[in-house]
């Protein structure tokens, strides 16, 4: 089968991340799991589960996708992106990667083709092992903490409780722009995921339809 694109869902495995900042990446790719279950229209099908990768097949808009979830540790997330997309013949331009972003606040998501790692451990990993930068992120804003030497603290935190209403705001937001990517090409995604509400509007849901629905 001829694959769209390669979603790769960063995080780090183990119950302990589970709920940390590290892994929205992983979020993203557990409400794709969770609509493909319900939705028969997304075709779900697992394909593989090993101690490097767990990797699934579904369909948005209508094509097939390969979601994956690397289950290395963060900074090793390029060895299971590399074997994926060099299995299936996908240059690094059809990868989306999403990942937590330091350098936005909560409730903000960007997507965009190529640019700086951020020093991103697990972006600078799908870079020296692609041996591109080109590939697509959807940055999911985490914020930073008030002191730069407590980032690493930072992110493998569990979001406050306080968070957790925003957070599968920006979630389900994720999934609507992984769907548009699809549906319509990365300008649409692009526009819907930097136009989102503020924070405090961000439990407004749009009406738009969700993967497995009609438009």
Request: proline share 7%; hydrophobic share 40%; with cysteine.
């Amino acid at each position: 089968m001829e694959y769209k694109a390669l979603i790769a869902c960063l995080g780090n495995p183990g119950p302990e991340y589970a709920a940390t900042r590290h892994n929205f990446g992983f979020f993203v790719a557990d409400k794709l799991l969770e609509l493909g279950a319900q939705r028969k229209s997304m075709r779900l099908e697992k394909l593989a589960e090993t101690p490097d990768l767990h990797l699934w097949s579904l369909h948005l808009a209508g094509a097939p996708h390969l979601l994956l979830k690397p289950m290395t540790y963060m900074n090793l997330s390029g060895k299971a992106v590399s074997k994926v997309a060099g299995q299936h013949a996908l240059p690094p331009e059809r990868v989306v990667v999403l990942h937590d972003e330091l350098d936005l606040p909560l409730g903000r998501i960007k997507f965009r083709q190529g640019g700086s790692t951020n020093g991103h451990r697990g972006l600078e990993s799908i870079v020296e092992h692609l041996g591109a930068a080109n590939f697509w992120r959807m940055r999911l804003g985490v914020g930073r903490p008030a002191a730069s030497w407590e980032v690493r603290d930072w992110v493998l935190e569990n979001f406050p409780e306080s968070d957790m209403k925003l957070v599968a705001a920006m979630t389900e937001a994720a999934v609507k722009g992984l769907d548009l990517y699809a549906r319509k090409g990365a300008r649409f995604a692009v526009q819907h995921l930097h136009s989102l509400p503020l924070p405090e509007q961000a439990e407004r849901s749009s009406q738009e339809p969700t993967p497995g629905e009609d438009a």
